[in-house]
């Protein structure tokens, strides 16, 4: 697809503000998305992703804010001057027309030349050739999501909204459509900027991932960045689980610092925190975590013993939630090699991780933040 518009570089939102009366959706929010990138806004319903994609997208008006194609200001164009589309979660196909004529729609109304090839030529981007008569209820809701992408793509947006798009999709389709959906990013080169609610679909198909928060964003950086190494609580807690702990500084051995929890002595690296004495909170992820019998040797520095309060095997792994000798709660999840050899409610074990798999949160934040996971989209 050749366009006579020249691309611009990056999508730039500059102190982007909405208000519904006294409500603000999104607050101050600056942010530029890379050209090419495939890009993601996650977070909890009210967060305020869907209203910057709207805003971006021209179906909603910002109360201030600028909003910029490269250098082109588009806060004020209508949508159909701002070389963006969007994808939604319903797909808003035609059903009274052909998949060749849903994904040629935009291409007629502009009255375009050469509508064949072009749109051949999506439909193989897609992989629909062979669907190209059919009608849009004669498709599964994958095909139906491939033809929606198809018929917002053609058109050559420099920017390609999704919004919650697998939404509808079972899980198994919906796991098999994010990877679909990352080779036709990749193939097009353009950029996408994905909302959804769901961490998972946003590690799988995004370069960089903007957590938001109350109209905010939490964190932003790569899939690996953002969940290896948390800021706040709210992202630690949203983005996948984790283990928290309270503790106390106790001094500092080498490039480790040594913390007290209860009578128990655990190591964080220095290099993850500024924090040197006083209170503070750590995290590990529950796949950092390994778990055996009590009394075994040759463990990771960082040791809880406990017992085992639930089992669940969930195929790829188990995952065990273990109370302490102090009562808390800790998860942990093991790769299922040997699922006959699955611990049991009651076994006593001990849990140990790699001081290096440990996180520093500011001790003053709500350790709760992020646990509510209420969606209603």
């Not at 101050?28 to 890009?39: R, V, Y």
């Not at 897609?126 to 033809?147: D, W």
């Not at 080498?254 to 009578?263: A, H, I, P, Q």
Request: hydrophobic share 40%.
């Amino acid at each position: 697809m050749a366009s006579n518009r020249p691309k611009v570089e990056d999508l730039h939102l500059v102190n982007l503000t909405k208000t519904f009366g006294d409500f603000k959706a999104v607050d101050n929010l600056t942010l530029t998305i890379p050209a090419g990138s495939f890009f993601a806004l996650l977070g909890p319903s009210g967060c305020g992703k869907t209203t910057t994609l709207r805003m971006v997208a021209g179906l909603e008006e910002q109360t201030s804010g600028q909003i910029k194609l490269g250098d082109e200001d588009i806060t004020f164009l209508p949508p159909y001057k701002r070389w963006v589309n969007t994808v939604f979660q319903s797909y808003a196909l035609f059903p009274h027309l052909s998949i060749y004529e849903n994904v040629a729609f935009g291409l007629r109304r502009q009255k375009a030349k050469d509508i064949d090839n072009q749109v051949k030529a999506m439909l193989d981007l897609v992989e629909l050739s062979t669907q190209a008569q059919k009608k849009p209820q004669q498709l599964s809701g994958g095909q139906q999501q491939r033809v929606a992408v198809a018929r917002a793509l053609i058109n050559e947006p420099d920017v390609l909204l999704l919004d919650e798009p697998l939404g509808a999709l079972d899980l198994k389709l919906r796991r098999q459509m994010q990877l679909e959906l990352k080779r036709i990013q990749t193939e097009v080169g353009i950029t996408f900027v994905h909302v959804t609610h769901d961490q998972e679909e946003a590690m799988t198909m995004a370069d960089t991932i903007a957590v938001m928060n109350e109209g905010r964003i939490e964190q932003l950086g790569s899939p690996i960045q953002i969940y290896e190494h948390p800021k706040t609580a709210f992202v630690a807690n949203f983005l996948g689980q984790t283990n928290l702990f309270e503790g106390t500084v106790a001094g500092i051995e080498g490039d480790e610092l040594v913390v007290k929890v209860k009578d128990v002595t655990f190591y964080v690296p220095l290099a993850s925190t500024e924090i040197r004495s006083g209170q503070i909170v750590f995290g590990v992820r529950p796949e950092k975590v390994k778990i055996v019998d009590q009394g075994k040797t040759g463990l990771p520095k960082n040791q809880i013993n406990g017992s085992i309060k639930l089992t669940a095997f969930v195929g790829v792994s188990t995952q065990y939630e273990v109370i302490t000798n102090w009562g808390q709660e800790i998860s942990a999840f093991e790769q299922n090699i040997d699922p006959s050899d699955l611990g049991r409610p009651g076994q006593a074990v001990t849990l140990a991780w790699e001081p290096r798999h440990s996180f520093v949160l500011d001790p003053d934040q709500d350790l709760t933040a992020g646990l509510d996971t209420s969606w209603d989209e």
